[in-house]
């Protein structure tokens, strides 16, 4: 049922705006702690964006995204439309098409592209953030899986993409985030050590 009553105000606002660079900041605090300070700086930006910043103070409710209200609303929601297309931290930016016919290894061109893994993390962070921001008090490591085997769309996300974030978030899960923390730092600091080796070469 379309929510007739949705409209801005200024609380409602300012209560968005807070929403935001709550969220932001614990993405920024999980993103410093292994070692990935651009994207902590930069994640989410485009939420102040005109189209998504007052879609936001309009659906606001602060228990969960105002874009499934907005969804619900109008049966799409332009604001998330507008983030996941410059966001990379997103499985669905990741989104591509083959163009040749003898190419697919399904009926849809549409194929998921394998993310890189520093934004494979940023979306790991951002989740444990929004489940943060939304479970308040009652926030528990186990959440940010929950929420992702809730609502998994295996064939929107490539293999590889879907195998490190699960692994991330079980980990986070059974073992802490600490832990999960240690091991990705860890893990980039492999990388970069290769890299290095391989420019030295």
């Known amino acids: 049922m379309p929510r007739k009553t949705a409209h801005i105000s200024l609380d409602k606002a300012i209560s968005h705006f807070r929403t935001i660079g709550h969220h932001r900041a614990l993405v920024l605090r999980g993103c410093f702690a292994v070692g990935l300070y651009r994207q902590g700086l930069l994640h989410d930006l485009s939420k102040y964006s005109p189209v998504e910043f007052l879609v936001g103070a309009k659906y606001y409710q602060g228990t969960r995204s105002p874009n ?7 049966g799409y929601s332009a604001a998330w439309l507008h983030h996941k297309g410059r966001n990379m931290h997103h499985y669905e930016y990741w989104m591509d098409y083959v163009s040749r016919p003898q190419d697919r290894a399904t009926e849809s061109p549409v194929i998921p592209v394998r993310m890189p893994g520093r934004f494979v993390v940023e979306m790991f962070m951002d989740r444990i953030a929004a489940s943060k921001t939304y479970r308040g008090d009652a926030y528990t490591d186990a959440d940010p899986w929950n929420y992702y085997s809730s609502g998994k769309a295996d064939a929107l996300i490539h293999p590889d993409t879907r195998a490190l974030l699960e692994e991330l978030l079980k980990m986070l ?11 990705i730092r860890a893990h980039m600091s492999k990388k970069r050590g290769h890299r290095r080796r391989a420019a030295d070469r």
């Open 68 to 74: 499934n209200a907005e969804r619900e609303d109008k």
């Open 173 to 183: 899960r059974d073992e802490g985030e600490a832990a999960a923390f240690a091991h």
